[in-house]
């Protein structure tokens, strides 16, 4: 049996080139899924795949970077492919692990792959920097009104109660209150 998988990293991104490219490459079925690729946390179409693949069974992929952004997810993933007797291909690299010069090919990818996503989080990283130092950046706005929580707390509610009210998460509530201790003390 040939499986497609298919990644992208947010809901407005489009699978169907990927799609296209899998079911020309011969897949008999494509699972898809639009999440980060940073992990494998999350991504239960590829658990999916990971869990009922049987020896004999090949997974092609369009690009290595869609099935995992690491090194260690890669070879974790590989490995446990490899050890159920599964194969991995890439349509647009030259990568199948049924073969020595595809394994080492893919190794290589993997580390190209895993070096993006840290360029691409050390850039994210100056340019938050850059707009913080500017004043342009000031972090995402408070959804508590700590001075509402403070309000209902010193009129006797308890968390789940001022939770409820205002509804948000209790573990919110504790924060605030915890905040509060921090600042008598």
Known sequence: ?????ARVSTTEQDLSVQ????????????RSEKMSGSSRDGRSELQNLMDFT?????IIVTRI????????DLQNIVFELTQ???ALRATEQSVDTSTSAGKC???????????????????????????QANG????????IDVERVKELRAS???????????????????????AEQTVEA
Not at 54 to 58: N, S
């Open 1 to 5: 049996m040939i499986y497609g998988y």
């Open 84 to 86: 159920k007797g599964v």
């Open 19 to 30: 799609h296209d490219a899998l079911k020309a490459s011969g897949a008999d079925v494509i």
């Open 54 to 58: 049987r020896e004999g069974d090949v």
């Open 65 to 72: 970077d869609r099935l995992a952004r690491s090194v260690r």
């Open 156 to 178: 006797g509610m308890g968390a789940t109660a001022i939770a409820k009210e205002l509804g948000i998460d209790r573990t919110s509530i504790y924060r605030v209150m915890k």
């Open 136 to 143: 342009v950046y000031k972090g995402r706005k408070k959804s």
């Open 105 to 131: 090919f893919l190794d290589m990818l993997g580390v190209f792959a895993e070096f993006e996503t840290n360029l691409r989080r050390e850039r994210q990283m100056e340019g938050i920097a850059k707009a």
